[in-house]
């Protein structure tokens, strides 16, 4: 079996991830919805519409997956 596939975060099906996303931080927007953006390119991406943050993936001040994975 492919480790990197091994090593991914994973959904557990009980509402929440074992994992951290890698290469993707988070950041909350001045109207409230969270941004993810690609750590790597710079590049945004997704914006969630709830106003909650994204499950697993990294807010930008907290530097869990820094620099620039």
Known sequence: M???IDLMAKNTGNDFRRGAVTARTQFQR?????????????H????K???KPFKGVACEPDGRDSPNS
Not at 33 to 42: P, V
Not at 44 to 47: P, T
Request: aromatic share 8%; no cysteine.
């Open 2 to 4: 492919n480790k990197e």
């Open 30 to 42: 001045t109207d409230g919805n969270y941004q993810k953006r690609n750590e790597r390119t710079g």
């Open 44 to 47: 945004f991406m997704e914006v």
């Open 49 to 51: 519409q709830d106003g």
